[in-house]
């Protein structure tokens, strides 16, 4: 078995970076915990009992390659855990392609274990060029297993998503508005890196066609005749307000602190100042909590408070945090704003 990285923190500084969380005004935030794969953090009990004790809520994202398969999660029932997300990211092609020969099938049989005994789960999946035509087939084996919330990650090149293509600007726009499509199924829909969906959520609530898209079509097509027609596709979407470093922030492994899992920006370290303090004064989370400092397209469109653009992919693409999101379909004719 691989062992932890030698930086990994102790059992002491993970359990002082659970105290850490109680110090944020108000409320604790929601603890995800990922990795690689968080069935295999040692100590993971002792970690889970100390988060419920300290009333902090939490939810595991483990992987089914590893340690957490359809007999193993008797850890996490009883742990307090809210829910735990399973990454399934398209039929039996590409998501074995992705993560291993094999994987899509013990996946599936994981997250039938896991909906008999009763935990609530969430499916995660990737989205890039590669895969995009599989998004109604995913959404088909949430219905079927009954799966009420699906997170669906928009490929940022870093780490294993360097094997794969990053979605153009046609194929941005049409998962997008499939996903507006999608919560007409009645599932939670949320976005990772693509805002975009917010944008377009807004004006599906105030009852604006999502416009046209060869794309979108098929996918909406191949939906029809997997699922049959969508029950709830006048039901008000839902819109998050979060973004990388604001309401959301991650920390690795060894402690660095960043603004979100896929912006390589180091903003402070848990182990030389309490995250409360690093989340609350940092300077670059503090400009980026401040939209007015994004620019380009995103700085002059009319959705920039409520989307923004992705940070992470403006990093990515411009090497400058506060750039205008490169993939967003929308365009911006001189001296306009969108
Ligand atoms: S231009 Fe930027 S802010 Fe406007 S919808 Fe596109 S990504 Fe969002």
């Known amino acids: 078995m691989k062992l932890p990285a030698e930086d990994e923190l102790t059992l002491d500084q993970s359990m002082d970076f659970l105290n850490q969380l109680t110090e944020f005004n108000g409320k604790p935030p929601v603890l995800i915990m990922t990795g690689g794969d968080v069935m295999k953090k040692q100590n993971l009990a002792e970690i889970m009992h100390h988060a419920r004790d300290l009333k902090i809520p939490f939810a595991l994202s483990p992987a089914v390659t590893g340690l957490g398969n359809e007999g193993s999660f008797s850890l996490v029932e009883g742990s307090g855990a809210s829910s735990i997300s399973i990454s399934l990211d398209g039929k039996e092609g590409f998501h074995d392609y992705l993560r291993g020969i094999g994987v899509f099938q013990k996946t599936i049989r994981t997250l039938r274990a896991l909906k008999e005994s009763g935990i609530n789960i969430q499916v995660n999946t990737l989205v890039s060029g590669n895969n995009l035509t599989d998004l109604p087939w995913v959404l088909k084996i949430l219905l079927e297993l009954g799966i009420k919330t699906w997170e669906i990650f928009f490929l940022i090149k870093v780490g294993r998503g360097m094997d794969v293509e990053d979605v153009t600007s046609e194929q941005y726009d049409a998962a997008c508005k499939f996903l507006v499509y999608a919560a007409g199924y009645g599932i939670n829909i949320r976005t990772v890196e693509g805002p975009y969906f917010r944008k377009l959520s807004i004006d599906h609530n105030n009852d604006v066609s999502l416009g046209n898209n060869r794309l979108f079509s098929e996918l909406k097509e191949t939906a029809v005749k997997l699922c049959g027609h969508p029950e709830h596709g006048k039901d008000r979407i839902p819109v998050a307000k979060t973004s990388d470093g604001n309401g959301i922030i991650f920390v690795s492994h060894n402690g660095r602190v960043r603004p979100s899992g896929f912006l390589p920006l180091d903003v ?61 379909p929308l365009q911006l004719n001189q001296g306009e704003s969108i």
């Open 268 to 328: 402070g370290n848990i182990l030389d100042k309490r995250l409360v303090e690093v989340y609350e004064k940092s300077e670059i989370l503090k400009r980026m909590r401040d939209r007015s400092n994004i620019t380009g397209k995103c700085g002059a469109c009319q959705y920039l408070e409520v989307c923004g653009g992705s940070r992470a992919r403006a990093y990515f693409y411009r090497g400058e945090v506060f750039a205008e999101d490169p993939v967003c």
